[in-house]
């Protein structure tokens, strides 16, 4: 399928296991961005990625991990996670820097128990 | 990182136009000012975006101030699938696309 995708759409994991967020994007674009949104919040920047193997954090990246290894996949893993990493997830892509619409998946809600 | 301020909520008539304002008074020369939307339940969608301009779309059009400080996104006339929280940012051209959202305004459109 063209765009966007991100898998599990929904998961449920329990206190200290490691969990793997999926993204994947079918335009070849350059820029991928990790986002969490916490009830009644806008969204917050984990990890973005300018290209393959480039990847740098944003404001909250505490307690997570990014890898870019193929320009269309940007896996997103909470090494051991918490009950306060339970959100929602997106994931998003851009062509480009600064000025370029960004088109984001359909997101991935997570509770940690 | 340049901040914005927007109203938590606004309502609007149905079939009538909508202006959601936005203030961004710290805001520098090389910042775009882009208005996302987000639909229940899912990621946000792009609505518009500038620099200095006005810019007009097949969705909305972007009023902005002469001294870049304040802008404001009008939906020509407003219609129920336009309810959603939206989301007015800044976004450096010279950094790495991040954006960074604040909490939004959340619109009510009344049938």
């Known amino acids: 399928d063209a765009g966007i995708t991100q898998s599990p759409r929904y998961k449920i994991t329990e206190t200290g296991r490691q969990v793997t967020l999926m993204c994947h994007q079918t335009w070849s674009h350059s820029y991928m961005f990790w986002y969490r949104q916490d009830l009644g919040h806008g969204l917050r920047l984990i990890y973005y990625?300018?290209?393959?193997?480039?990847?740098d954090k944003g404001e909250v990246p505490d307690g997570y991990v990014v890898s870019r290894s193929k320009t269309e996949n940007f896996p997103l893993t909470l090494e051991s996670a918490t009950r306060s990493q339970t959100s929602v997830y997106f994931c998003?892509?851009?062509?480009?820097?600064?000025?370029?619409?960004?088109?984001f998946g359909p997101g991935t809600r997570l509770t940690v128990t | 990182d340049a901040k914005t301020t927007q109203p938590n909520s606004m309502e609007s008539n149905e079939e009538e136009p909508v202006h959601l304002p936005c203030n961004h008074s710290?805001?520098?020369?090389?910042?775009?000012i882009h208005w996302y939307r987000q639909l229940p339940s899912q990621g946000p969608e792009y609505v518009i975006h500038?620099?200095?301009s006005n810019v007009n779309n097949r969705m909305a059009s972007l009023a902005i101030a002469e001294d870049r400080k304040s802008s404001t996104l009008i939906l020509h006339r407003a219609t129920l699938r336009d309810a959603a929280v939206y989301y007015c940012?800044?976004?450096?051209?010279?950094?790495?696309?991040?954006?960074?959202f604040g909490t939004g305004t959340s619109l009510t459109v009344i049938p």
């Open positions: 940012i800044l976004n450096a051209k010279d950094t790495g696309n991040q954006f960074y």
């Open positions: 998003a892509s851009s062509e480009s820097r600064g000025g370029f619409e960004q088109y």
């Open positions: 990625s300018a290209a393959a193997d480039i990847t």
């Open positions: 710290t805001i520098s020369g090389t910042d775009y």
């Open positions: 500038g620099l200095t």
